[in-house]
């Protein structure tokens, strides 16, 4: 399990979050979402196998938001 913290921008409150955790968990392979709103971050621990990296800014970035 592999664990990544993104910075993401545009992120203003409890909607932002509910959304992103909902967009990334969703996603095959990924254990756990935590969205630190004050922080600008995203914690996210995966299988590497399942799904990248690159799948996971693609999900945050479809809802609207930029990631670092």
């Known amino acids: 399990m ?3 913290t993104l910075n ?3 992120m203003s409150c409890g909607h932002c979050v509910k959304v992103i955790e909902g ?3 969703q996603l ?3 254990n756990q ?3 630190k709103l004050d922080e600008s971050l995203v914690e996210v621990s995966f ?3 399942q ?3 690159d799948k996971i800014k693609d999900a945050i970035k479809d809802q609207g938001y ?3």
């Open 8 to 10: 993401v921008q545009g």
């Open 66 to 68: 930029d990631v670092e």
């Open 51 to 53: 799904v990248s990296i």
């Open 23 to 25: 967009s990334v968990s």
């Open 2 to 4: 592999k664990k990544v």
């Open 47 to 49: 299988n590497e196998s």
């Open 28 to 30: 095959e392979g990924v």
């Open 33 to 35: 979402v935590n969205v």
